[in-house]
Each structure stands twice: as C-alpha cells, then as structure tokens.
C-alpha cells in the first residue's frame, strides 16, 4: 500500500473529537499521524493502519 507523507487517510473508526480523517506526518515501519480535527498526534504500527484504511486521499502534489 503506497502512503507518504503530506497524505490524508480516512480510517473506519472516528477519533473522540468526531474527525476519522488523519494527516500522514511520517511513514516507515509505524506512522506518526494528526488528527484533522482536534490536532492530536498519534504513532501507529503499519501493519494496524493499513488494516483500518477506507481511503487515501493524495497530498502534496498539484
């Protein structure tokens, strides 16, 4: 599964702030994501992230 950074995932479950729309800030074998809603920043397994993917939404490219 292709994900970079500057990305927006959309995961099945939403955060507690209501938003289920997270930015990618660093990719590897975990995940630093930021919650589009309230700012949190979480860090997430790959293997955790890529099983709880609806969509990808590209970013940083024009």
Known sequence: MEINVGDVVRL???HPCGSKEWEVLRSGADFRLKCMGCGHQIM??????????????????S
């Not at 790959?46 to 099983?51: A, F, G, H």
């Open 12 to 14: 099945k479950k939403q």
């Open 44 to 61: 997430i397994p790959r293997r955790s992230l890529e099983k709880n993917i609806r969509e990808i939404k590209k970013g940083g490219q």
